[in-house]
Nanobody, 125 residues
Framework: QVQLVESGGGLVQTGDSLRLSCAASGRTLSSYTMGWFRQAPGKEREFVAAVTWTAVITHYADSVRGRFTIYRDNAKNTVYLEMNSLKPEDTAVYYC??????????????????WGQGTQVTVSS
């Protein structure tokens, strides 16, 4: 069984930065794609960013590209999401997930089988 624990969320102002962390235990995840998703109140969970196991290939939602950076430290079994120039529309609960299968796209939450409990990010205007 895999446990994922997100941390680093908080209340910030527009333009501020935050770094989210997702620490995994129970299984080495260095061979799998890991992703960040977010869910705002009243909205469906949406893809934010993903990084392949090699850490060479990254993917971003258009809404965060250029502001957010996903990276991983396989030695620590941890994935990070560096968020800069935060906007009020970034307010959401952020979740990290693990995509075990090598098939399927990286942007659909249905392809991720392990999830953390989420960390709240609130950006005030």
């Amino acid at each position: 069984q895999v446990q994922l624990v997100e941390s680093g969320g908080g209340l910030v102002q527009t333009g501020d930065s935050l770094r989210l962390s997702c620490a995994a235990s129970g299984r080495t995840l260095s061979s799998y794609t890991m992703g960040w998703f977010r869910q705002a109140p009243g909205k469906e969970r949406e893809f934010v960013a993903a990084v392949t196991w090699t850490a060479v290939i990254t993917h971003y939602a258009d809404s965060v590209r250029g502001r957010f950076t996903i990276y991983r430290d396989n030695a620590k079994n941890t994935v990070y999401l560096e968020m800069n120039s935060l906007k009020p529309e970034d307010t959401a609960v952020y979740y990290c997930g693990v995509k075990i299968s090598y098939s399927g796209n990286y942007y659909s939450q249905d392809n991720y089988i392990y999830w953390g409990q989420g960390t709240q990010v609130t950006v005030s205007s």
